[in-house]
Every structure is written in C-alpha cells, then in structure tokens.
C-alpha cells in the first residue's frame, strides 16, 4: 500500500466511525480508532503516526516487540496487546504495551500485574468475552466473568478498563448488534458492582462490523484491514 492510498483510507476509517457515532446520536469523541497493525510492516505503522494516529493493535509479541524497536523514536504511541496470551508471553506484554484487551484467565492476569515494572503505570486492562458462546474462542464466558473481574480489579499493577469481544460473523445489522448489546450490558454490571473503578472502555467493532459496535456504545474500535488493507499472513 503506498503512502497515498493510506492516507485516504485512514481519512475513509476516520470518517467512517464518525458518521456511526452521529447516526448513534453519541458525541463525535465518544470512541476512538485503534489501527490494528499485525502483519504490517512498522513503515506502515510510521505513516500512520505521521497522519495523527497514536493507538495501534497488535496480536504476535515478537512480531510486536521487533516493530516496536524500530518505532521507538515516534513520540506518544500508544501500543494495545489484543492477540491470544500465553503465560510465557506475559513479561515481554507487561513490559512493552500500555494495554492488553485479551486478558481471560486470572493466572495471565496475576503475572502480568507482578512483571509490570515499577517505572511504568499500571497496565491498562480489557477482559475478553466470549460473547457468542463459541466453544472453541477465546475469552471468558458471561458467568465466570464477575469473579475475574474482582480478583483484576484487586491486583496493584493492572487498571481494569472494560470488555473486549470478537462476535461470531453474522449477517444484517440487527444480528450483529445483539452480541454487543450483551457485553455493553455486562459492562454497565461491572459499573454497579466496583464503582470505583474507571470501566469506560468497550473495545469491540472490526472492519465488518464498526457501525454495529458503535451503535451499541463501542469507545474504542479495532480496525485492520480497512486502515491497512487485506492481510496476506497469519490473519
Ligand atoms: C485482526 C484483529 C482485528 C482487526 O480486524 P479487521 O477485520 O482487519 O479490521 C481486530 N481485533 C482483533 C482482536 C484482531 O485480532
């Protein structure tokens, strides 16, 4: 993709989540756009931090990590963890992102919490919701997912921010809007029960389902391939 054809697809994505929030009737800041930049070379990634975007996703920590060296110059970027997390993996996350949306088990949790280092914030926390039931995703299921959030919330070096899901493909804008409603729902729950802690972040909404994500109360939107284009690899 060249330098040309990114800056108007940013500019498309931009205006894109715009025009969802005003249809919604919610304030222009209401969500935000997080470029999901796995698989994509760091001169991409450059580009778009040239172009005003600071938020970027990535799933693959080595591939991460090598980005992140290259792009270290770049001021105020912000890096987000939202791949599968393996304990193994944690140190290199709690050390080199600012947030990570894939938090499901309270182990990855715990290690996290005691490798963040002390020079850093805390790391900022999105549980993931197996929304639509699947047996085989990741993400914790609606039930268990109080007690999880307790025991974060409880943890000194994690801030616990929201809920992230990745629904089941489905057609038709009504279908898709169902699973968000649920975690948007589980969200206000969490409000009620730990009213001191800032939840304010539903990280939910791709490029195939953004208006949906947004119409339901997404405030942070993570889109791939419409800033970057298809993915070749390891989509
Ligand atoms: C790849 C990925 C995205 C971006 O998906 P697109 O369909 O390319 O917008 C968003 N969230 C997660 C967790 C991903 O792994």
């Excluded at 940013?10 to 800041?29: F, K, V």
């Excluded at 105020?76 to 290199?92: C, D, M, Y």
């Amino acid at each position: 993709m060249t330098d040309l054809v990114l800056s108007e697809s940013l500019a498309a994505a931009r205006t894109r989540l715009a025009e969802a929030l005003h249809a919604a009737g919610r304030p222009a800041d209401a969500a935000r756009l997080l470029a999901v930049s796995k698989t994509k070379p760091a001169a991409m990634i450059r580009q778009a931090w040239h172009l005003g975007q600071r938020e970027f996703g990535e799933n693959y920590v080595q591939e991460a990590l090598d980005k992140q060296a290259e792009l270290g110059d770049l001021d105020a970027i912000v890096w987000h963890f939202i791949g599968p997390l393996q304990s193994n993996k944690t140190r290199e996350v709690a050390e080199h992102f600012a947030w990570v949306h894939s938090v499901d088990r309270e182990k990855i949790a715990r290690r996290l919490s005691d490798q963040r280092p002390e020079a850093l914030g805390p790391l900022d926390i999105c549980l993931q919701v197996n929304i639509s039931d699947e047996a085989s995703k990741s993400g914790i299921t609606l039930d268990a997912l109080p007690a999880l959030a307790e025991a974060v919330q409880a943890m000194p070096r994690l801030r616990l921010r929201g809920l992230m899901a990745i629904p089941a493909p489905t057609e038709g804008p009504e279908a898709q809007r169902a699973p968000f409603a649920r975690l948007r729902e589980a969200l206000e729950n969490l409000r009620e029960h730990f009213p001191e802690a800032p939840l304010d972040t539903l990280s939910m909404g791709m490029s195939d389902d953004l208006e949906a994500a947004v119409a339901e109360g997404a405030t942070l939107v993570r889109l791939g391939t419409a800033i970057f284009g298809a993915r070749t690899a390891r989509t």
